[in-house]
């Protein structure tokens, strides 16, 4: 396949043009022309990079690219060894951030939802990207969070009674504590998203929301596998998922 064909399937797929961004979403760096291997990860670290040159790959598709918005623009530093590394291999990087997380079949947080057995209701916030619904399972909290370390293969940060029933949650993949109010707003029992500052534990506790702090990392791994094995079925395209382990 075209690395210009795959660029514009992308795009039209995750409907970028729509979605207001703190980076640039799509073909980032440049790299050969025809796309038979793509490596899919969640950032695109030296790590992921080296992984992926090592499996062969022609593209890598990432979560987190780079040219973040108020991030000094020169390469220097680790940001020139990460292009340096794809230029001189010709490797191609492709980036979807907010476009990723929102998309109604492979972003992260429908993604996310299939896997806590959640059934979505609806979404709000700033360009709504805090999405609510009930499980199909309602359970207490402490059997909650259980589920969430089994299918996230991690162990949560879990704020709130352990006994509390839990059946409406709202959620939203990544570092998204800063949409806690908004789940409070909508009367839910918990909210679910990767990262928790200090001002939330204070806020759950007050609230009587409980929440779940299941790791950024963990909770945005599953869109762009879901994206890379569409690609695969559709295009022919050999796709593999490389795991990079953050704690985070």
Avoid: K
Avoid at 39 to 64: F, K, N
Avoid at 107 to 121: C, D, F, K, P, S
Avoid at 206 to 232: D, K, N, Y
């Amino acid at each position: 396949m075209h690395r210009d064909e795959l660029a514009r399937y992308l795009d039209r797929t995750l409907d970028v043009a729509r979605v207001a961004d703190y980076c640039p979403n799509g073909l980032q760096v440049e790299g050969r022309e025809e796309i038979r291997t793509i490596v899919t990860g969640v950032t695109a670290s030296i790590a992921l990079i080296e992984a992926a040159l090592a499996a062969g790959a022609d593209a890598l598709l990432v979560h987190h690219g780079y040219f973040w918005r108020g991030e000094d623009p020169r390469l220097v530093g680790t940001r020139r060894r990460r292009i340096a590394l794809l230029l001189a291999n010709e490797l191609s990087l492709f980036a979807y951030h907010l476009p990723l997380d929102l998309h109604a079949e492979f972003g992260n947080n429908v993604q996310l939802a299939a896997h806590l057995g959640i059934v979505a209701e609806g979404r709000a916030g700033e360009a709504e990207l805090v999405a609510y619904g009930v499980l199909r399972r309602p359970d207490t909290l402490e059997r909650f969070g259980a589920l969430v370390a089994e299918r996230l293969g991690r162990a949560p940060l879990v704020i709130g009674d352990p006994a509390r029933r839990i059946e409406r949650v709202a959620w939203c993949t990544g570092a998204a504590q800063s949409q806690f109010e908004i789940a409070i707003a909508l009367g839910v029992d918990a909210y679910v998203t990767g990262e928790i500052s200090e001002q939330h534990v204070h806020l759950a506790r007050e609230s009587g929301i409980a929440f779940i702090a299941a790791g950024h990392h963990a909770t945005e791994r599953f869109g762009v596998q879901a994206l890379g094995a569409h690609l695969a079925a559709r295009f022919g395209i050999a796709h593999r998922f490389v795991d990079v382990p953050n704690p985070v």
